[in-house]
């Protein structure tokens, strides 16, 4: 076995700041390793600044747990709004108005709502904040991890500012167009949609009462999802998906002409909607690694996968990632970073997130639908869907992350 002279300078660098990054760094930390955290770009931590990500972040009950678990909860909870109740409803006739609505209450599997919804802007100050106070941290922005050589007994990691670091474990979060994943040679299945997701807030009259809401029509779903009042109104969370054509069109309008046609969306069912922030707007892909594990190396959140933004799948199953990695590190410190550590990390990962992936992709074929037969159709089927109660507890169920 080769053996290395010095110890590695650090247990893990982490490619990527983003919300799963910083995650990852806090999880790690929490169990006392050094862990170096870089990104180019530093991060936007206030919601009107430029570049701000206005999208937000349904936390499901696994996701919540693991963020207590790594010590994040407490300042996490003053800003969540819950989920007590999912809405569906398929307005997919003549004119935009709902013809058929189901209502799923988390109290029927369980005592917790299904999630608690933050803007990600908010959490990316936190977690910043967070990490400033744990002395395992070095959180560089404005430096990328260039290269990654892996050896027997640790990786060394190229940066762009020509350092190098010695790290027993590198993490690749570093997005869905990682440089991690490349240089390590993973490939990647990549599903195109053709639509586009806006992203904004709005405000309105009537109460949303905890209920997280997704309107069906054609194109994609436009889903409201609570978020504390803004400015004395009743507020919520946006993402509108729609053929990219149509969502240009959308981004272009005028803040009024804008907000007259997401409240015409809607369906007008929480009254006038009123813009209450940017827009956003986010390329709709699927995307799934061939392999989560490269020597030294593991693939998380959107450098592993990506999904389209139903079903809040996207970064619980980046939290699911880490969970696992950190029961991994936690059962048997000494392995960090080993072969057989990684193998079953991806073992462990790959099909279950495989298998969402393959769900999310059929619900958003049943939205897009558009001549009316098969609009028709997709009523029908959202009807059997939600309606049939053994199926409709199950899809409940992966939506809460439970096994089995
Ligand atoms: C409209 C929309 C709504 C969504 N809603 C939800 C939801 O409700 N619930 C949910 O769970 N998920 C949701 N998602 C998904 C979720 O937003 C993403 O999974 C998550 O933001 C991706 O985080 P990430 O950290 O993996 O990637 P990113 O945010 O892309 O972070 C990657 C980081 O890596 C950095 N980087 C790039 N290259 C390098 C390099 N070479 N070295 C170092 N750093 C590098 C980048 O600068 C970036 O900061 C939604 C997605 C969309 C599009």
């Known amino acids: 076995m080769m053996m290395t002279a010095t110890p590695a300078e650090t247990d893990i660098v982490i490619a990527g700041g983003g919300i799963a990054g910083l995650a990852a760094a806090a999880a790690f930390s929490h169990l006392g390793l050094r ?24 936390f499901l009950q696994p996701s919540r747990n693991l963020l207590a678990r790594i010590g994040l909860w407490d300042r996490l909870a003053p800003h969540a709004s819950a989920l007590q109740v999912m809405r569906i ?17 988390a109290a029927e599997i369980g005592d917790h709502p299904f999630g608690w919804n933050l803007p990600n802007w908010l959490l990316r100050r936190e977690f910043v904040a967070a990490l400033a106070e ?23 990691v190229s940066l762009s500012d020509g350092t190098q670091i010695r790290a027993r474990m590198v993490v690749a979060a570093d997005g869905r167009n990682s440089t991690v994943r490349q240089r390590a040679g993973i490939g990647v299945r990549t ?11 709005v405000t309105h009259d009537t109460p949303h009462d905890n209920v997280s809401t997704e309107i069906h029509r054609s194109g994609g779903p436009f889903t409201l999802v609570p978020l504390p009042d803004h400015d004395g109104k009743p507020c919520s969370a946006v993402v509108w998906m729609e053929h990219g054509p149509e969502a240009h069109r959308l981004m272009a309008l005028s803040d009024a002409s804008f907000s007259a046609a997401a409240t015409a969306r809607s369906g007008a069912l929480y009254g006038p909607l009123t813009l209450a922030s940017r827009r956003t707007l986010w390329p709709i892909i699927s995307q ?18 990506v999904v389209p933004p139903i079903g809040a799948q996207g970064l619980n199953m980046s939290l699911a990632d880490l969970t696992v990695l950190l029961d991994l590190a936690e059962a048997d410190p000494d392995g960090l970073g080993t072969a057989p550590m990684l193998a079953a990390y991806h073992r462990a990962r790959r099909p279950d997130v ?7 992709d059929l619900l958003n074929r049943a939205s897009m639908l558009e001549p009316r037969p098969l609009r028709d159709l997709r009523r029908a089927g959202l009807a059997a869907l939600y309606g049939i109660s053994p199926l409709r507890r199950r899809l409940m169920q992966m939506g809460l992350g439970a096994k089995g």
């Not at 002395?135 to 060394?156: C, F, I, K, M, W």
């Not at 599903?191 to 807030?201: D, S, V």
């Not at 799934?288 to 996968?305: G, K, N, S, V």
């Open 191 to 201: 599903t195109r949609y053709a639509q586009k997701a806006l992203a904004f807030a």
């Open 35 to 58: 862990c170096l955290c870089v990104d180019p770009e530093p991060p936007v931590t206030e919601r009107d600044a430029t570049g701000a990500d206005l999208r937000s972040t349904a």
């Open 134 to 156: 744990r002395t395992e941290v070095d959180h560089r922005t404005g430096v990328a991890v260039s290269d990654v050589l892996p050896r027997a007994e640790e990786a060394v």
């Open 89 to 105: 409803v398929d307005a997919g006739g003549a004119t935009p108005a709902p013809r058929l609505t189901r209502d799923f209450d």
């Open 288 to 305: 799934i690694a061939d392999r989560f594990d490269a020597p030294r190396t593991a693939l998380m959140a959107e450098a592993a996968h």
């Open 354 to 360: 495989a298998a969402r992936i393959a769900g999310v």
